[in-house]
């Protein structure tokens, strides 16, 4: 059973930026970021497949860079120019072999660390 971790959550004026990690217990090939808002459905944010090819949803792309470190079995999500609208409570998920963008996809899935972002 792999485990997941994440850390780097906060609360940042609007237009700042937040570093999220998510360390596993073991390297696993897909590993992604969700997001929550309250009242909202979780949605999908970045994945990042074992050959290192990331995958963003459109709201974010030009301001959140995914990464892995493999040696370090950690996952980072670098987000700049935050917005309101990117509050949420931000989760690590993994899959052994897919990297879907769907959170059913995912059987693995940390406990989660919240994104403040104040206008």
């Known amino acids: 059973q792999v485990q997941l971790v994440e850390s780097g959550g906060g609360s940042v004026q609007a237009g700042g930026s937040l570093r999220l990690s998510c360390t596993a217990t073991?390297?696993?090939?897909?590993m992604a970021w969700f997001r929550q808002a309250p009242g909202k459905e979780r949605e999908f944010v970045s994945s990042?497949?074992?050959?290192?090819?990331?995958t963003y949803t459109a709201p974010v792309k030009g301001r959140f860079t995914i990464s892995r470190d493999n040696a370090k079995k950690t996952l980072y999500l670098q987000m700049n120019s935050l917005k309101s609208e990117d509050t949420a409570m931000y989760y690590c998920?993994?899959?052994?072999?897919?990297?879907?963008?769907?959170?059913?996809?995912?059987?693995?899935w940390g406990q989660g660390t919240m994104v403040l972002v104040d206008s």
């Open positions: 990042i497949n074992s050959r290192n090819i990331p």
């Open positions: 073991e390297y696993i090939s897909c």
């Open positions: 998920a993994a899959d052994r072999d897919h990297c879907y963008t769907s959170a059913t996809r995912f059987p693995y």
